[in-house]
């Protein structure tokens, strides 16, 4: 039996390999079925981690973070969980090849992954133009024109955002009315750089070999087209979170998630599950940046520590 078992090899869960090895906890085990990094690595360009000042690809930016956490004896085993269980004190870890493993303790860092609008051209210039993070790539737009797509509280927090930066907002969703809070769509309507644009559905982004150069919508009406001309387009149309490894064969959940299917934590990334923590985007309420999912890794972490020292 290991003492603790990692699920993910994202920032979140490769700062809890950090802090738990170099914390005195043998035998930690990062499960990851690919090479750690998490879906960070898929960026282009990264230039807002704190004390990294040159601007890095998430490849290159994520390569030191695997070499300093086995630096400290974390294990990396690239099999993919399929499910976790728990039994009397301890967790099992079912592996989708049948094999398992048992653990005392459980840091859940499986991340998630924004939803797709799926139309023609989001994949080609997804990172080129279209993005998922006002707050990563808002800076790259500044003094022009973006559309943004949603109708809930963070396509429209990520607006008003947006005008912070950008001279205007087309704000795109395929209703008339809007499923974020009122107050938001009080302040969103109040705000003169945003163009509310409904009911319009995307039919297709367009660009260059320089990135995106406009959007194609659809009144969903009318079924007339316009193209609005932007080089940046972020999408907010909802989020997945990966708990499937959670689903018991009962229909239940491990421990406890929201609505949205993020996991229940208090401020030390605790579940309600005594030996179970969950770090990083997985999570409620998480800010989804690199930095918070590290911070969140490294409690996690710590409090495993406090955990295991507590039950030996």
Same mark, same amino acid.
């Given at each position: 039996?290991?003492?603790?078992?990692?699920?993910?090899?994202?920032?979140?869960?490769?700062?809890?390999?950090?802090?738990?090895?170099?914390?005195?906890?043998?035998?930690?085990?990062?499960?990851?079925?690919?090479?750690?990094?998490?879906?960070?690595?898929?960026?282009?360009?990264?230039?807002?981690?704190?004390? &990294?000042?040159?601007?890095?690809?998430?490849?290159?930016?994520?390569? %030191?973070?695997?070499?300093?956490?086995?630096?400290?004896?974390?294990?990396?085993?690239?099999?993919?969980?399929?499910?976790?269980?728990?039994?009397?004190?301890?967790?099992?870890?079912?592996?989708?090849?049948?094999?398992?493993?048992?653990?005392?303790?459980?840091?859940?860092?499986?991340?998630?992954?924004?939803?797709?609008?799926?139309?023609?051209?989001?994949?080609?210039?997804?990172?080129?133009?279209?993005?998922?993070?006002?707050?990563?790539?808002?800076?790259?737009?500044?003094?022009?024109?973006?559309?943004?797509?949603?109708?809930?509280?963070?396509?429209?927090?990520?607006?008003?955002?947006?005008?912070?930066?950008?001279?205007?907002?087309?704000?795109?969703?395929?209703?008339?009315?809007?499923?974020?809070? %009122?107050?938001?769509?009080?302040?969103?309507?109040?705000? %003169?750089?945003?163009?509310?644009?409904?009911?319009?559905? %995307?039919?297709?982004?367009?660009?260059?070999?320089?990135?995106?150069?406009?959007?194609?919508?659809?009144?969903?009406?009318?079924?007339?087209?316009?193209?609005? &001309?932007?080089?940046?387009?972020?999408?907010?149309?909802?989020?997945?979170?990966?708990?499937?490894?959670?689903?018991?064969?009962?229909?239940?959940?491990?421990?406890?998630?929201?609505?949205?299917?993020?996991?229940?934590?208090?401020?030390?990334?605790?579940?309600?599950?005594?030996?179970?923590?969950?770090?990083?985007?997985?999570?409620?309420?998480?800010?989804?940046?690199?930095?918070?999912?590290?911070?969140?890794?490294?409690?996690?972490?710590?409090?495993?520590?406090?955990?295991?020292?507590?039950?030996?």
């Amino acid at each position: 039996m290991i003492n603790l078992a990692i699920i993910g090899g994202g920032p979140a869960g490769l700062s809890a390999g950090l802090y738990a090895t170099r914390g005195g906890i043998k035998d930690v085990v990062l499960f990851e079925k690919g090479m750690p990094g998490g879906q960070i690595t898929g960026s282009s360009e990264i230039e807002n981690y704190p004390g &990294v000042s040159e601007i890095k690809s998430g490849l290159d930016f994520m390569e %030191p973070w695997q070499e300093q956490c086995f630096r400290f004896g974390l294990k990396h085993e690239m099999l993919a969980v399929k499910q976790i269980t728990k039994s009397g004190s301890h967790f099992v870890i079912h592996h989708e090849d049948g094999k398992t493993t048992e653990a005392r303790s459980v840091i859940l860092a499986t991340g998630g992954r924004p939803k797709r609008i799926g139309v023609a051209g989001e994949d080609t210039f997804w990172g080129r133009g279209v993005s998922t993070c006002a707050t990563c790539d808002g800076f790259f737009y500044k003094d022009k024109e973006v559309v943004v797509i949603g109708g809930g509280d963070t396509a429209l927090e990520e607006a008003i955002y947006l005008t912070k930066m950008c001279a205007k907002v087309y704000l795109v969703h395929r209703r008339d009315g809007f499923r974020a809070a %009122p107050v938001t769509i009080e302040h969103a309507k109040a705000n %003169p750089k945003i163009e509310f644009l409904t009911p319009y559905i %995307p039919l297709e982004i367009k660009g260059d070999n320089t990135g995106v150069t406009s959007i194609v919508i659809e009144h969903a009406q009318s079924k007339q087209t316009r193209e609005v &001309v932007a080089p940046g387009v972020f999408v907010f149309v909802g989020y997945d979170v990966n708990t499937q490894v959670l689903a018991q064969d009962d229909g239940s959940m491990l421990c406890a998630c929201d609505e949205y299917g993020s996991v229940v934590v208090d401020l030390s990334m605790r579940t309600n599950i005594p030996g179970l923590f969950a770090a990083g985007d997985i999570r409620i309420n998480a800010p989804k940046q690199v930095v918070c999912a590290a911070s969140d890794g490294a409690t996690a972490a710590l409090q495993a520590i406090a955990y295991l020292d507590s039950v030996h």
